[in-house]
């Protein structure tokens, strides 16, 4: 698997990069921050139309074909910045780089799949989690190694995505796998069985979005410099990083929902914090830190207690429709923040991400007022999801066991088999299964 987390380390890097040279470029070339708003926006767009479409492609070409095409295709868009300085080109550039990553994400989340087992799934998706945060994190700190305002770290960043190619290309072990996007779960029937999840996923996305997209934007309306803008993107990158385990531990012990209202009040109080620290503050990058570390958390307790909540041949396509919410809140929490921002203050930055953290906290007081909780041996343990995977990076919690037979430095003769539940989840599906016997046959409006 190294090859697929060092290719996909280069992209993350690359990533990273390009996303915050525009953030901080877009001041210097006189654009509005509503205008930075609605491009650094282009890459989520770019990033929700792209899975059906890649699936199509891969199917008709190849996954190695199609993954040095959207390779390509995302290391061209970055270098078109640096030629045409137009606030169009630019929102054109970041929807064909957010449609070409979510489809290079397919491609090398797809191959995990198929190269992992029962017994190291946990580990793949949590190596994956840290090479996707890390190198995030790592992108955004290089723009301190060359002027922002010249065409040298848009180079930089080509090169970086450009890159990943060659650990992936040249990995001969690796047999491209089939790949199918899941069932879709209406989301209506999702707000029936479990809001808290559709809630939770919408919120902490458009946080993530305000994070992702505008916190380089932030950063430059304030006057901070170059190398401390650097520390600011970076550090909450490590929150989310280094939260991940001790929330997690916490909600494996406690009940999920509590956590995820406790970390929603806390992701909300940090936000109200930055509202008030100076901006050139030591303090403002632990308030970063703080918001990274609740943040990226709060999404996988919200995926965790939705699967918790589903039947277990839903799961996959109930991921499907959690990462099309998340997507969609990333898509609109930078398209309300910017105008805002613009209007009113640079503050507005964490007034908004307090505000969607916020609504988590009312809705989750509301449901744990007046309705049951999830019977606790029905929960299953923490995932550890990264923030902007696809849905395919689900089926490595998901999929059934596989059956491998190695020769070589090959695996052959796969196949899956009937997957290996254990007891918590088979009975969870016969709870599911026969509605007399959970709480919402009696009339209540439990989250079934």
């Not at 109200?272 to 943040?295: K, Q, R």
Request: proline share 5%; aromatic share 10%.
């Amino acid at each position: 698997m190294w090859p697929l987390f060092l290719g996909l380390a280069l992209l993350m890097i690359g990533n990273g990069l390009n996303g915050a040279v525009i953030g901080v470029r877009s001041s210097s070339e006189g654009f509005t921050l509503v205008v930075t708003g609605v491009i650094m926006a282009g890459y989520f767009a770019g990033f929700l139309l792209a899975p059906t479409l890649v699936v199509r492609m891969i199917s008709s070409v190849g996954h190695i074909r199609v993954f040095a095409g959207l390779a390509s295709t995302a290391s061209t868009a970055v270098l078109i910045h640096s030629i045409s300085v137009t606030a169009p080109t630019w929102v054109l550039m970041r929807f064909i780089f957010g449609f070409c990553f979510a489809g290079l994400y397919i491609v090398i989340e797809s191959w995990l799949n198929e190269l992992s087992t029962p017994q190291n799934r946990g580990r793949t998706l949590a190596i994956y989690m840290i090479v996707s945060m890390t190198g995030l994190g790592i992108g955004q700190a290089l723009i301190t190694v060359a002027d922002p305002n010249t065409f040298r770290l848009f180079v930089l960043s080509s090169v970086l995505v450009s890159m990943a190619l060659v650990p992936v290309t040249l990995a001969g072990n690796i047999s491209a796998p089939e790949v199918r996007l899941p069932e879709k779960a209406p989301i209506r029937e999702l707000l029936r069985i479990v809001p808290t999840g559709v809630v939770g996923a919408f919120m902490s996305g458009a946080a993530t979005g305000v994070v992702f997209a505008l916190s380089a934007v932030y950063a430059t309306s304030v006057g901070l410099s170059i190398d401390r803008t650097a520390l600011f993107l970076l550090v909450p990158m490590i929150g989310g990083v280094v939260m991940q385990w001790p929330v997690g531990k916490l909600s494996d012990r406690l009940r999920r929902r509590t956590v995820i209202f406790a970390v929603a009040v806390v992701a909300s109080a940090v936000c109200a914090a930055g509202i008030v620290v100076p901006s050139d503050s030591a303090l403002m990058l632990l308030v970063m830190f703080g918001v990274g570390g609740a943040l990226f958390p709060l999404y996988s307790l919200v995926v965790s207690y939705t699967l918790d909540w589903t039947a277990v041949e839903k799961t996959v396509g109930t991921s499907g429709t959690l990462v099309r919410l998340n997507g969609a809140g990333a898509l609109v929490g930078p398209l309300v923040t910017a105008p805002l921002m613009s209007w009113l203050s640079p503050t507005m930055f964490f007034w908004t991400m307090g505000a969607f953290f916020s609504v988590i906290v009312a809705f989750i007081s509301y449901r744990l007022l007046f309705s049951d909780p999830l019977p606790e041996e029905r929960e299953s343990p923490y995932v550890p999801f990264p923030a902007r995977a696809t849905s395919v990076a689900f089926r490595l919690v998901t999929t059934p066991a596989r059956v491998s037979k190695r020769v070589g430095k090959n695996i052959v003769g796969r196949r899956h088999e009937h997957r290996t539940a254990d007891d918590r989840f088979e009975r969870r599906t016969a709870e599911l299964r026969h509605p007399s016997n959970s709480e919402m046959a009696n009339g209540t409006d439990e989250e079934e």
